[in-house]
């Protein structure tokens, strides 16, 4: 088992040789729980709608910070975290979302409201993304479409 818990946001570049390295540290059915932040989580919604970022935690550390590496670089929503561990040659276990801690974000009703007025998808909406993937091929795609920007 490999415990990949909120890190993923954080990669300058290339998520997928991380990924590739989990791959190649597990053992043929082996598992991966993956935990990272929602970018279109209610929390998200409700920021958008108020004219503010839907980044959990999007603001540059301050320059004379030892903190350099403290931001998110990229946030994912559920069905990306669902097609890169398929890219990189997991299933998906099982995937949901849930809050950081006990208590919801403020104005999460409202937000799902809004969505359901939409006729928007409302599941999937948590905080944080819990994932669990297990190893059954090889890589299938080393720079997805969806996540690179592949034009040289």
């Known amino acids: 088992t ?9 990669l300058k570049i290339d998520p997928m040789h991380m990924m590739g390295e989990i791959h190649r540290v ?11 932040p929602n970018v279109v989580s209610l929390r998200a919604v409700r ?7 839907p ?6 550390p301050h320059p004379g910070s030892s903190d350099a590496f403290s ?6 929503t559920p069905s990306e975290i ?9 299933v998906i276990d099982h995937i949901e979302t849930g809050p950081y801690g006990d208590q919801p974000p403020a104005g999460g009703e409202w937000a ?13 909406r948590g905080e944080c993304i819990f994932a669990i993937g297990r190893k059954v ?12 920007d592949c034009a040289i």
Not at 55 to 60: A, E, I, K, Q, S
Request: charged share 25%; glycine share 6%.
């Open 47 to 53: 920021a958008v709608s108020e004219g503010n970022h």
């Open 82 to 90: 669902a097609l890169l561990l398929e890219a990189c040659g997991f």
């Open 112 to 124: 799902a409201s809004l969505l359901a007025s939409l006729k928007a998808e409302g599941r999937l």
């Open 71 to 76: 931001k998110h670089e990229r946030e994912y």
């Open 2 to 10: 490999v415990l990949c818990c909120e890190l993923l946001e954080h």
């Open 55 to 60: 980044g959990f935690y999007n603001r540059y």
């Open 26 to 36: 597990l053992k043929d059915e082996g598992v991966l729980v993956l935990t990272t």
């Open 137 to 148: 091929s090889i890589p299938r795609d080393s720079l997805p479409e969806w996540l690179y």
